[in-house]
């Protein structure tokens, strides 16, 4: 993978996308080096963009009638339904602004009700704006990046980041979990989180084009 060329994938996001018994296409990302992954994505035709990252599908849950939603923020919508968390009315804060996960789940939860506010790299006084959140979603890929000091008392803290720590090979997430669980009223684990709701929104996701492939509703 690491010496294909752009065209090498193109071509074969073609012939999947060519195959009818082909229902869904996902580009992993990041991409290697050298690799633009906004061509790639354009090669997917949007009724197979399983992840929901076509411009055509971003377009639709930009304006509210998604047909495929990215699935890790479909994953913490999810998550939020069972554990019968309601937004409506909620102060949201979102820590990244990515396409893959920050904006499209700040769409979601908008559209969801809730009063959204989108932290960056940019963003000044970062405690200050995330110690107002009622759901705070740490989604940098930046590890420990948010500590106790960014947290409200019984804030919902979700935490979609996900790397390997150097020095001890353990998959760590963006929240710093000894400083963070005593303050939060739930704290998603890393792993075990976001990261298999993510999977099964992709299969959803498969599975709902599979039956638009039938003509299915």
Known sequence: ?????????????????????????????????????????????????????????????????????PATP????????????????????????????????????????????IAHSHTTDLPAITKTADILVAATGKRGLITGEHVRPGAIVIDVGITRDPDTGKLTGDVDRASVDPVAGALTPVPGGVGPMTVAMLLVNTYRAYRQHLGQP
């Open 74 to 117: 479909l994953g913490v919508l999810e998550l939020l339904r069972r554990e019968r968390i309601d937004p409506t009315g909620q102060h949201a804060v979102v820590v990244g602004r990515s396409r893959l996960v920050g904006r499209p789940l700040a769409l979601l939860l908008l559209q969801n009700h809730a009063t959204v506010t």
């Open 1 to 69: 993978l690491h010496n294909v060329t752009q065209r090498e994938l193109h071509a074969r996001i073609a012939d999947l996308a060519a195959d009818s018994a082909i229902d869904g296409i996902l580009v992993q990302m990041p991409l290697p080096d050298g690799l633009d992954p906004d061509h790639a994505l354009e090669q997917i035709p949007p009724h197979k963009d399983v992840d929901g990252l076509h411009p055509y599908n971003a377009g639709r849950l930009a304006q509210g009638n998604p047909t495929f939603i």
